[in-house]
């Protein structure tokens, strides 16, 4: 009961401080937490970043093994994006298998890789049909203070920007560079009554009315777009948190090692 | 969108405009609604939208299982979406995968926007959509089905869901995309409407859209949620029809 | 509470209701609901078909992949069936693993249709040892209002004999139709009291003191039984059920789209 | 019943009309029977059929667990009926597939039908079959042993439960097959019969029968589980003349 | 309730009694139970034995099958060791996957089986890099009456050597016996306040301050060691505990068949 | 002690008895330990120690959930040690293999015997280990981390938990293992102390060592866990030096 009074309270405290333009943590409505990003975190991984957004922590390393293309597309490699959402990120984990959320934060992850064509897939292939490179990114959440999700693909693209095809280690050949074509970035907002707030704490993200989340790449196009929460927004919304959403993530690209080309 | 390193492309469009299937841009396929089409289930639809055919269920307001999800404050709306293994070309493990998970979500979420969840504290509202033949936009059906299916089972909302995709093809917007346009086309941005607020409850996207392009395609969204409307509430004054009289015997 | 006592309530006017030979919906204690059967329902399937049986809905979709033979039966394709008990179908479904009932489905459907040897598995071998044609017979519950078992394999029957073998989409020769050489028929009773009824409704289900299913096929042979639920039969019981069950097979078998003759 | 596609099919009767190991058609193979083989389960069994091993192990009336499955009204019967993963040829993976799920069920029905449930409301009764060698008639051999382990937890029921299977091979009704009688033969039907009230509490069936075949096996049936039956009484006696002049020191 | 207070009387005697160097059930600290083992008990396995070490009864059997390589270990064949705790063997099991005591006593027995070298791998394979042979040690807990680390052990070494490769069988030779090398035997011990017991039941179990497991070969080695429960062990303890289970070792090792010699 | 039927077995030890990475027998690798890493946890720790690095957080007590799994009389110590895919030469499967279960289980006694467990009855203390990074050692490393976490969180323990590895390599004793002495050691024993009492609460050994160089390696790695515990010491000061100006604001 007193869990539930606390966060009622803290609701409406969130609400009417977006009412006036103000946040908890004295950012403005259109304001990232600040972004710090390591590359080559961990040196086991092929590649690798640890991006802390404010205080959310996520680490990414990217694994590249050998493997065999779909029979459906034997010209192409393989991508496996995965999040971890484990018990040591927050106390609001629960055991058993990956919950909607964790789902729901893996496959946005990996939507806006392939869509935006981060990396070519028909690259990976070294026979058609029966070998190509299987391209592993997995998303390890160690403090989940909100908005997973951008944290996410800023980690998922450090790493990829930072990998190294392992050739030597399969006997296929030298080691190369991983090919990075298009940086996708995510932008997520969360509505607070008629205020519409970016990069969400999970204080906000408890609080929200609906929460948008637009993947754009460095082109000028959107390349994702996920809905989701409890909540509505109207199509002019959308249009006007486009706008945002590409501005954000120009800058956001610029923090990536390498800058804003890839 | 799964076109990466896959053989042989179509051609989308024909040199008169017209789509894969002769449709123009901005037109539907054929869609059949009908209410009450279950026994067991508190409400029930089954759509028929091109080649996709749905069936959706409602069940509740009713106990929660397993009663720790229960909530005090709200029903809890619990959706699953669901493919039947035969209703693709490659036959499909029976059971959940990831994707199904994730559209089960945002569909729980869609809905309960519209819920009146408040009135049923404690209790759990069940809403099962299986795909039994699917031809793109299976999710959108769903919605579609699972709408008319709540009010079927008279659990109060503040207005039905319609929904419908948009895409681009052979560079132009177009809704309501069928399967090759899905699997070759540019874009796929699956909406669901509350036409009375005029706001979506439900969006993704994927693809490649420019700012103006999706201001567009929002805009055939919701026009084309307006027509999918008309079915639905065509569908359920049908099924009160048959109803009023049975109860007057 | 108010559960149980309703449900002893409705169980008590059951059996004194089948005592003078009468049932809730006014059927004779030897009497089938009406039976349709849609053939070809699902076009994604290789083979489709939809039945009702009263208010039971049970869809099957057959689909035909080439795979491999099993070790021990190199001159053999192979067949499996599957039932899906979803949460659509009825209020009594619970989340988790298949329920030893929807288990039990399968298992009762695919000795039938094995043991009258439906198909002849040895036709469906491409090449002995390496490349066969694996048949899944999935069967979907739709409305669950009793008799699954019954239903379940008349729609199997009739899926299996729509389905084409899709020789061309898997590029190893012509479509071709799948070769259906005997029809199992299951016919399922219960006992209420000293009654015996069948095609049980899900309130007759409820309330049973045991349940017999009998497969025939159309050259008068059991081919399969399956006593279930808690309750027992006698001897002198079996032998007459397997008489009303040859009967009951007969007339079902006319009603599948090509008639008595597989 | 596996033989389709098989390599070698062996001759199931000789020219004197013998099985192959030797039997009559209405012989059973040697069974053997020890009640209280185990210490920490309230009544246990291990029974030797032909060359099937086999122990079962009975726990309760006790709590159920998890707590959502207790009824109110009667006891919960739970059988398991279980492979080891080295009591057939081809090692078998552990844990329960779906065939031992069937058994489970159809068994745990079959004791629900002998038991005083309704005098244990709100308990749970756990009867575990491990089969340790397979030869065929493994769920028979499983029926008998946790009858008698019934019996030796001291757990009130109206009946043991003796059980066979009957078969057909060579064009011939047989009882008790052993495994390729099984494998090779043209029809297996295990049953389970209550002596007292001479009714079948199981019944299974695969294979080609006529209703005069049928017939027959059902009274062949009887008849072995009449020897069965002798068998069991014979291994409780057993069990009891122990146990008094343990319990008299 | 009730249990609680039954435990805490039952742990109260356990100890008293150590304290005075007597134990429930009669026997001295150092002294183990009865051990009886049978080799060859199921003819299905290529290799088995029962044991009971007092009341508690162990099944081992042993399956050797035709199989591939690990790719970083071309040239050894693989072992497989599994415990399998049933609901038959003791009133404490619970439902669902193996439980964390289950999974550590599979890998402490596959663990001294795997560190004494008890077979070489190396000698199972058959082409290297592709085929070899697969030994599955699969243990059934029958009756635990308490220390089923050591039963366990004691039951997979008699079954290994009780073991023939079934080449035959498979087609790729002669039946022949698989050459067993070092036979471990495990000892635990636990403590009760100040003394340590060896070979506990039970109720010491249940009792225990402290669980030492420690593997010993024929030839005077510790080859593996582990630690369980709450409680905890000086260095003293252990130096003292390693001597105590090398005698023991050696006199267990006469009781299996063939005797100290592998 | 992964050797078996593996191409290339390196040289352990060179001619002036250095090992692979140029230490000396009793030589540690560098250990680096931060305390209050993470905001949500109420305890954390990053260790990084040679290549390995693991963070660790502790939650509690708090309620348990399942609730059956809760105790009366004690808190219940629930400890998951999950290697990360990433963290070793071939991507692993995420999730506990059976391996991180043993561990895990290890982990969790080991911790119950410093906590003062019956003072917090009906909840449970969470303590979550996540190897990053791995190159033998990986759960002495996870042992130090959370042993300074459950500090940080202000969960009274008798003491802190050092813990090391004590192995043997080409002949000779040696602390702290690195990947290729633990791959092609002749053994390797991990263990825990606690230093205010001089008990072992975790020992595991695997490989092949008599009873006198059982003495030295254990006298070895008690040696060992004192240089670990002075750092971990030093972590926790730190950590309340930092802490201490903010709170005085």
């Known amino acids: ?262 | 969108m799964g076109s990466v390193g896959a053989k042989d492309v179509p051609q989308l469009l024909d040199a008169n405009g017209k789509r894969i299937d002769g449709r123009g841009l901005e037109e539907l396929r054929p869609l059949k609604i009908e209410a009450g089409v279950l026994t067991r289930a508190n409400g029930s639809a089954y759509v028929e939208w091109g080649e996709n055919k749905v069936m959706a269920a409602v069940y509740g307001p009713r106990e929660v299982h397993p009663r720790h999800m229960q909530e005090n404050t709200k029903a809890v709306v619990q959706c699953r979406y669901n493919m039947a293994s035969f209703s693709v070309d490659e036959r499909k493990k029976p059971g959940l995968d990831r994707r199904s998970q994730e559209i089960s979500k945002v569909i729980s979420e869609a809905f309960e926007s519209v819920l009146f969840v408040e009135e049923y504290p404690r209790t759990s509202i069940g809403i099962y959509i299986e795909i039994l033949q699917a031809n793109a936009g299976t999710r959108c059906a769903g919605i579609v089905a699972a709408s008319v299916a709540l009010a079927d089972a008279g659990i109060p909302m503040s207005d039905l869901v319609p929904a419908i995709a948009v895409g681009k093809v052979g560079g132009k917007l177009a809704v309501d995309l069928r399967k090759e346009e899905d699997n070759y086309g540019e874009a796929d941005m699956p909406m669901a409407l509350v036409p009375k607020s005029g706001r979506l409850v439900l969006l993704q996207m994927e693809g490649h859209m420019t700012a103006p392009e999706m201001a567009q395609a929002l805009e055939m969204g919701v026009r084309g949620c307006q027509q999918v409307y008309e079915v639905q509430k065509d569908a359920l004054k049908r099924r009160y029809a048959i109803q009023r009289p049975t109860e007057a015997v």
Chains 1, 3, 5 share one sequence.
């Not at chain 1, 989701?228 to 990536?256: C, E, I, Y």
Request: hydrophobic residues 40%.
């Open chain 1, 1 to 262: 009961m007193t869990n539930e009074v606390t966060t009622e309270i803290l609701a409406t405290h969130v609400m009417e401080l977006a009412k006036s333009g103000k946040r908890l943590d004295g950012r403005a409505l259109d304001e990232y937490r600040p972004v710090k990003i390591t590359p080559g975190y961990v040196t086991s991984a092929d590649g690798s970043a640890l991006v802390e957004l404010g205080d959310t922590k996520v680490l990414c390393g990217v694994k590249l093994e050998p493997g065999t293309p779909y029979a459906d597309t034997p010209n192409a490699g393989t991508l496996t994006t995965n999040a971890e959402v484990v018990p040591l990120s927050s106390p609001d984990y629960e055991p058993g298998p990956p919950s909607p959320a964790a789902v729901e934060l893996s496959r946005v992850v990996d939507r806006a890789i392939r869509a935006a064509e981060t990396i070519d897939l028909k690259e990976l292939v070294v026979t058609p049909g029966e070998k190509c490179w299987t391209c592993f990114v997995d998303i390890h959440i160690l403090d989940d203070c909100g908005n997973l999700i951008d944290a996410a693909l800023l980690a998922a693209a450090a790493a990829l920007k930072n990998a190294v095809l392992p050739a030597k280690r399969f006997e296929v050949g030298e080691d190369s560079p991983l090919k990075v074509h298009h940086i996708p970035i995510e932008t997520t907002f969360v509505r607070l009554g008629d205020a519409i707030v970016v990069d969400p704490t999970s204080e906000e993200e408890g609080t929200t009315q609906g929460r948008l989340t637009i993947a754009t790449d460095e082109t000028g196009n959107v390349v994702a777009m996920q809905k989701g929460k409890v909540g509505a927004f109207s199509p002019q919304d959308v249009v006007s948190l486009v706008d945002r959403a590409l501005a954000h993530g120009n800058r956001l690209r610029t923090l990536l090692p390498g800058g804003n080309h890839p």
